[in-house]
């Protein structure tokens, strides 16, 4: 099956759902990875991507069982450039594509649905993996429109929460929905021992955080955890993409790293963290780093997530930043394997091939 799949993510940012599904398909089907053009305009902060955007432009792909694309539009919003846009990588599609092929969207771009029109395809498939209104509330009203338009022509939705199923089937009234959410490498993460990052090698008592941390991120009730727990030392390993982060001695930024050292880290972490706000974007989500930290048996220490509850028994779940001080507290006294076995056991019934065997289903019979 030819498939293009037009990622929400630059393929060289940190390795989450849409790499681990789309390499597993590359494997049976024919795809191409479509590098995103995005829900907002261009800021300063964007000219290292733009640099390397422009290199993927000019520099051939390795040689692999997928390619990664990076099609050239005018980087800039609006009707006249939308359409334009439309028009540029419509015909840089066209070599790749044919009346069999399955598109795949996973982003509300305003360019959608100018980019769809008279496009040959087999079929549509709309992965929708956040509430994108609520992230990108300056563009929401646009937002939710083009997503309306999306979860009505689309042959098969799939949703990675539980709200943004029953969000999908208020609009889509029967037709194919499909729930499946994140997932991890089992296999990846659980073939340890793992030898301790130099980063973090005279650090004692460490509680981390894997991911990128951005606005999504609760930095009050951090700056607050740092200053009352002076003995624990707050690790957070991912891309730092929030314009303002809390500074204290033992909160300490590691960047992003390669993929192949995050079980490296998290293996040396004490307890995990999820200190995300909460309210309604956070209820959508159905955080990967969850069955990472599983797969270790790590105690964890999350904020009040309804796509956590169903785990309340295996980890700490925290309304405010009282009780994540005491669940933080709790974790670090834990001392039940019986408790670290049982989530790893959640990790394996979660791993990535079982999450691709659902889609497969859903592929296998589209129209």
Known sequence: MNILYFGPIDWDFI?????????RLSRVHDIHYIQPFGLRGLRPSDTKRIIRRFLGLVRPSPPSDLSVRSLFFVPLMGYHYDTLNASLLRKQLAPM?????????????GLIPRLLADMPRRAL??????????????HAEGIEKIEHYLLGEADVVIVTSRLLFEKAQRIRSGKTTLLVGNGVDYGFF??????????????????GYIGAIDHWMDFA?????????RHIEFVFVGPVRASH????????????????????????????????RTGELADTVNPVKIYEYFSLGKPVVASKMKELEPFSNLLYLASGREE?????????????????????????????????????????HLP
């Open 125 to 138: 498939i709309y992965e929708m993996m956040d509430d994108y209104g609520t992230i990108h509330a300056a």
């Open 190 to 207: 659980d073939a340890g021992p793992f030898s301790r990052p130099r980063e973090i090698a005279d650090m004692e008592n460490i509680a």
């Open 15 to 23: 390795k989450q759902r849409p790499q681990h599904i789309v390499e």
């Open 221 to 229: 009730m951090v700056e607050y955890l740092a200053d009352m727990m």
């Open 97 to 109: 594509m044919t009346n069999q092929s399955v598109v795949w969207i996973t982003t509300p771009s």
């Open 324 to 364: 994540f001080r005491e669940c933080i507290s709790r974790a670090f006294r834990e001392k039940s394997h019986d408790t670290s076995g049982q989530r790893k056991e959640v990790a394996k019934m979660n791993d990535w091939s079982m999450k691709v065997a659902q889609i497969e289903k859903a592929l296998a």
């Open 245 to 276: 982060v809390p500074k204290r001695s033992n909160i300490h930024y590691l960047g992003k790293q390669p993929y192949e050292r995050v079980p490296q880290f998290c293996a040396h972490f004490e307890v995990c963290l999820i200190p995300f």
